[in-house]
């Protein structure tokens, strides 16, 4: 079982940039895939992006499409979120997940305010 901690949220200017941390604890980090989602006040949670173990690659949501970069240190045990252009729209609870196999692990979340 992979243990996550989100860190890195906060409050920003319409424009600004923050970069997400997820870290986490366990030895499989390396052969997991990691997704970052969003939860918007009175909304459902949202996929924002993902990095697959084997090769790096990745995927978005049309919504930050060119604005994040999600990205990992294995040898860290730490996925990053990084996101610029930041849109007041983009105000949510960001969670990242890892998933091996069936099993999916969450952290916390942690919280982005974008201010206009």
């Known amino acids: 079982q992979v243990q996550l901690v989100e860190s890195g949220g906060g409050l920003v200017q319409a424009g600004g940039s923050l970069e997400l941390s997820c870290a986490a604890s366990g030895r499989t980090f390396s052969i997991v895939t990691i997704r970052w989602f969003r939860q918007a006040p009175g909304k459902g949670r949202e996929f924002v992006a993902q990095?697959?173990?084997?090769?790096?690659?990745?995927y978005y949501a049309d919504s930050v499409k060119g604005r994040f970069t999600i990205s990992r240190d294995n040898a860290k045990n730490t996925a990053y979120l990084q996101m610029n252009s930041l849109k007041p729209e983009d105000t949510a609870v960001y969670y990242c997940?890892?998933?091996?196999?069936?099993?999916?692990?969450w952290g916390q979340g942690t919280r982005v305010t974008v201010s206009s």
């Open positions: 997940s890892a998933q091996m196999g069936p099993v999916i692990n």
């Open positions: 990095i697959n173990p084997s090769d790096g690659s990745t």
